[in-house]
T-cell receptor, first 117, second 115 residues
């Protein structure tokens, strides 16, 4: 069975500070995908980033960056120079990668980020 | 490009009643999945529909059922409502992705309250 754990329930920062969100996952699969989604107060989940299990290269996309470490089953996410508009709940998610998996995601419990001006 | 739309946005039901939630997928997407998100928790996968057939189901009882129509829109039906069914129900659409890992496009959800 798959499991995603986000130990931080809420993080509060002042604008322009960096924010790092932790994510630890469990899966028996050797091939899988990891995601980060953002949920603003309006409710819809917005896709941010995706990484497959074969690619441990860490990247930066604008103010977002991620640190994927397969050895520790962690997929941490950083927002650099946070802005008030970054205030939302952030979810880490895991997807299997086999023919019938489709788009079934296993989500963590979420981390609420509050960015104060 | 039209995004994912869900209706109704809010509704209140009583225990034992039945509810139908509706979802119009994003243009060009033929796969629809439904998630239940209880307050303060992460979404949980209910089931997915591809080409009008259920293609994967999470740990939900049979009183949760669904349909997908030829235009790829979808319905989620819940019978014999229980208090614990109170949640935000999210619909997501995507392009066909046999191997997983596809980006999901979510609607804003239908918030169900069961009294």
């Amino acid at each position: 069975a798959q499991k995603v754990t986000q130990a931080q329930t809420e993080i509060s920062v002042v604008e322009k500070e960096d924010v790092t969100l932790d994510c630890v996952y469990e899966t028996r699969d050797t091939t899988y995908y990891l995601f980060w989604y953002k949920q603003p107060p309006s409710g819809e989940l917005v896709f941010l980033i995706r990484r497959n299990s074969f690619d441990e290269q860490n990247e930066i996309s604008g103010r977002y960056s991620w640190n994927f470490q397969k050895s520790t089953s962690s997929f941490n996410f950083t927002i650099t120079a946070s802005q008030v508009v970054d205030s939302a709940v952030y979810f880490c998610a895991l997807s299997e990668a086999f023919i019938d998996a489709g788009n079934k995601l296993t989500f963590g419990g979420g981390t609420r980020v509050l960015v104060k001006p | 490009e039209t995004g994912v739309t869900q209706s109704p946005t809010h509704l209140i039901k009583t225990r034992g009643q039945q509810v139908t939630l509706r979802c119009s997928s994003q243009s060009g997407h033929n796969t629809v999945s439904w998630y239940q998100q209880a307050l303060g928790q992460g979404p949980q996968f209910i089931f997915q529909y591809y080409r009008e057939e259920e293609n994967g189901r999470g740990n939900f009882p049979p009183r949760f059922s669904g349909l997908q129509f030829p235009n790829y829109s979808s319905e989620l039906n819940v019978n014999a409502l229980e208090l614990d069914d109170s949640a935000l129900y999210l619909c997501a659409s995507s392009s066909p992705n046999i191997g997983g890992g596809g980006e999901l496009f979510f609607g804003e959800g239908s918030r169900l309250t069961v009294l």
